[in-house]
């Protein structure tokens, strides 16, 4: 039998909320004693923690991994070892790829690729309508079977109502998940920046934030007619969440996520039409950032996420209105996350409930909390060890981060899968 004891550990529960000290036992890959002081054992390995933090691995819902089709961007061995460097133990993975992954055998090579190369779980979705091209359900079923843990066409919005209201009916009947992008693909079309004085100065393209809330209101009332379990990837804008608290009020399958760089970065990190601050959906004003981080914490919406979306420097030196949108955040999810919890806008229970429960529970997985029987996906990490971020270390093979020069908190000390140490 292997045993990892974790000893002087501070131990982040986002279960009962707690951040407390203590010790905890891992016995093959699982966790099996949580102690309030540490004990003197022999036999186990020993892991002194130093009074460091230890909580769940992170889950991070929404990570594009390149294979296959664009490989030169990021493989399942890159994004394994970033997500390991950044305290994500489970990565899920979109099927936004070369081609879409909308039939079983393009899902089992991605499965088994992932198998051989990344050391982290992958746990991958498949495409709602083949070829995202929002004409065609998949075969959902079949996929199902094949591993699939959520369906979704990405930032391809189905615009045609009936074929989306089918594939929830379908997937109601399932019990699948599907997962959508907010954004009104007629106004969203060709916009660069969101509407506002910043966009007007400087002469881009611009969408309202009003494109959110039509959409999240049309899926909302699909999913009144439907009764199907649904996941909004992104909520950005303050105006989109009445909406969404009323639909939780009474009572439908909704949660919703929010990704990193909005709930940290604002419109105008932009300023000189920086390539690396385009986003999908564009950054919000401040108002809106704020106002979903006091959701968050609320627990209006549930999930963060990176979002993380590698693009090559081709693709990224541009002119801002041409320039690929998204930035990878797999190794700066954690510490740009710390940065709401280091201006006191939300605590680290709450902030790895975000992180690691929420997501655990809506995809039906065990992990994500610090609970005997759980698997030991574990981060350990300094919330209080300041750095500046160099794009050149990170382990993604695009470098495309708009946190390139920050000054940031947290490092990320070692983290297991099932008791098996990935990193550090």
Known sequence: MSKILFKNARLIDPVALSDS???LLVENGVITTIYDTSPDMTGPTIVECDGKCLAPGIIDIGVK??????RHKESFRSAGRAAAAGGVTTIVTRPDTLPAIDTPETLEFVERRAQEDAPVHVLPMAALTKGREGREMTEIGFLQDAGAVAFTDCDRVITNTKVFSRALTYARSLDALVIAHVQDPGLSEGASVTSGKFASLRGLPAVSAMAERMALDRDIALLEMTGAKYHADQITTARALPALERAKRNGLDITAGVGIHHLTLND???????????LKPPLRCEEDRLATVQALADGLIDIISSMHTPQDEESKRLPFEEAASGAVGLETLLPAALRLYHEGMIDLPR????MSLNPARRLGLSSGRLHEGAPADLVLFDPDAP????????LSKSKNTPFDGARLQGKTLGTWVNGKRVFG
């Open 351 to 354: 902030l790895f409930r975000a």
């Open 387 to 394: 750095f500046v971020l160099d794009r050149a270390s990170l």
């Open 65 to 70: 991994v390149s294979e296959p089709g664009e």
């Open 268 to 278: 105008m990190d932009v300023a000189d039409y920086r390539t690396f601050f385009k």
């Open 21 to 23: 000290n203590g010790a």
